[in-house]
């Protein structure tokens, strides 16, 4: 257990629909990373969060939204959702001064 | 913003034999981190090995060690007496400095099979 957790571990839903991922930093954790990692490929940078602000944005679609709460724990919301939204979506958490991410066991999405 | 390039996307060694992957990565900054994180059929991201910019002394984690060329923006994976467990998807990442969003950049990844 890494103490990132990600809720839920699989989803599967329909094109069109709505559906939020959700993070729980480890303790102590300021800042959050969103992750998108489609079949067989590398894992391409969404978003980071830092206290509860957006520190940095990657390629994340117009569809896709996240905000991190006071308590920390973060969520990513995907609307629209397309077929090639079908992915493995991870949280990492890292601590201030900190260099290493540690990172959620992911959320597995399937859309159909 | 920085790149981080993995050229072999499959790479084969034989048990108990050493294997190196490669990655090189883009910048202007001075001050960064460079990991090479582990993905078994788990899927889990398991951290092997990390290096500071600053430090020009190789990092090494048991049989894992690194060559870390600043200059050439180069920082290869050397996996040595490699086991069937070290089989994995490799991803070389590249971390910003705390002053420049310190956000964090993968490459495509290495396919490693050990073979018996």
């Known amino acids: 257990d890494s103490g990132v957790t990600q809720t839920p571990k699989h989803l599967i839903t329909a094109t069109g629909q709505r559906v939020t991922l959700r993070c729980s930093p480890r303790s102590g954790d300021l800042s959050v990373y969103w992750y998108q990692q489609s079949l067989d490929q590398g894992l391409q940078f969404l978003i980071q969060y830092y206290n509860g602000e957006e520190r940095a944005k990657g390629n994340i679609l117009e569809r896709f939204s996240a905000q991190q709460f006071p308590d920390l724990h973060s969520e990513l919301n995907l609307s629209s959702l397309e077929l090639g939204d079908s992915a493995l979506y991870f949280c990492?958490?890292?601590?201030?001064?900190?260099?290493?991410?540690?990172f959620g066991a992911g959320s597995r999405l399937t859309v159909l | 913003a920085q790149t981080v390039t993995q050229s072999q996307p499959e790479m084969s060694v034989q048990e108990a034999e050493t294997v190196t992957l490669s990655c090189t990565y883009d910048?202007?900054?001075?001050?960064?981190?460079l990991f090479w994180y582990k993905q078994p059929p788990s899927r889990q991201m398991i951290l092997v090995i990390r290096?500071?910019?600053?430090?020009?002394q190789n990092a090494t984690e048991n049989r894992f060690s690194v060559n870390f060329q600043k200059a050439a923006k180069s920082f290869s994976l050397k996996i040595s007496d490699s086991q069937l467990g070290d089989a994995a998807m490799y991803f070389c990442a590249y971390r910003s400095p705390p002053y420049n969003n310190n956000d964090m950049r993968f490459g495509a990844g290495t396919r490693l099979t050990v073979k018996p």
């Open positions: 990492a958490s890292s601590a201030t001064g900190a260099n290493v991410l540690t």
């Open positions: 290096q500071e910019a600053y430090k020009q």
């Open positions: 910048t202007s900054e001075s001050d960064y981190y």
